[in-house]
């Protein structure tokens, strides 16, 4: 069941259905007990490696590495893109610069807040929206009505349905099927993400780009022979951290390459409920 209220409220009751492995399940596996892994906003998740404290520490003092995979990774392309979220973020997408990213929340027309939200601007008129995974499909179904017409814009008057004077095509970024540049979120956070990912680029200069890395910035870089996006934003609070966006079935790959080169300088597997004790938040 979905659809707007006439006072603009976006419902929408997800279908029942079992918690899928992520990305990375095979992974964690071989790392872990299964007994150790739980549902996690629709996703079979670890629950913990070594210990909430450990992997703080980890953070804090050298790198930890975390699965992400099941964020919601969304594009919006064509030369109404940056019309259509406008319409529906409450920051001003325009003003991004190609290679800036933005915090920002995602709004129904009664104004309920549907999730916040990460926006990144690829290219001229090419957007990438994380969202968090709890949220995602509500967020993709109310987006989907948003430009199929069907779902409320604006209350007074009441005008339903969003049409960009000209075309915004949205795609879901984890779907391998929709093409080949395809996207999921792996995180490296802490001081010592530097060091690894100038390791895998075998390139020095790569370091210089990372530590001058502003926040909410991020680059195009091949690591080890993957292409990424290495992005300056997390929600660790740590002062040094990166996403990295990589393409599903590149995914497991990156994430043994940073374990392997991060081992020595005291990287950690890093779990959600982790993440959950953090003191701030990277924005």
Not at 16 to 45: I, N, Q, T
Not at 96 to 118: E, H, P, T
């Amino acid at each position: 069941m979905q659809g707007s209220t006439p006072s603009g409220q976006f419902v929408f009751e997800p279908p029942a259905a079992e918690p899928v492995p992520s990305v990375l399940y095979d992974e964690h596996l071989k790392r872990m007990s299964k007994s150790r892994m739980s549902p996690f906003a629709g996703y079979v998740m670890p629950l913990w490696y070594s210990s909430i404290a450990a992997e703080h520490q980890a953070v804090r003092e050298a790198a930890g590495l975390f699965d992400c995979t099941h964020m919601g990774v969304l594009e919006f392309s064509g030369g109404g893109a940056a019309e259509f979220l406008n319409a529906v973020t409450t920051n001003d997408v325009q003003k991004l610069a190609v290679g800036r990213a933005q915090y920002s929340y995602l709004l129904d027309a009664a104004g309920n807040i549907l999730d916040d939200i990460i926006v990144y601007r690829l290219a001229e008129t090419l957007y990438m929206v994380v969202v968090n995974a709890a949220n995602e499909p509500k967020v993709k179904a109310y987006l989907t009505e948003l430009l199929a017409g069907r779902a409320v814009i604006e209350v007074e008057p009441q005008r339903t349905g969003f049409h960009p004077s000209e075309p915004c095509i949205l795609r879901d970024m984890r779907d391998t099927a929709s093409g080949s540049d395809c996207r999921v979120d792996v995180a490296l956070q802490g001081p010592a993400s530097i060091d690894v990912l100038t390791k895998l680029a075998g390139d020095e200069s790569v370091a210089d780009k990372l530590m001058n890395l502003r926040g909410f910035a991020f680059f195009e870089q091949d690591l080890s022979g993957i292409d990424c996006l290495i992005c300056r934003t997390g929600y660790t609070g740590s002062k040094v951290g990166f996403e990295l966006f990589v393409h599903p079935d590149r995914a497991a790959r990156l994430w043994s390459l940073i374990l392997e080169a991060g081992e020595p300088l005291g990287c950690l597997l890093y779990t959600s409920d982790a993440a959950d004790e953090e003191d701030s938040v990277d924005l």
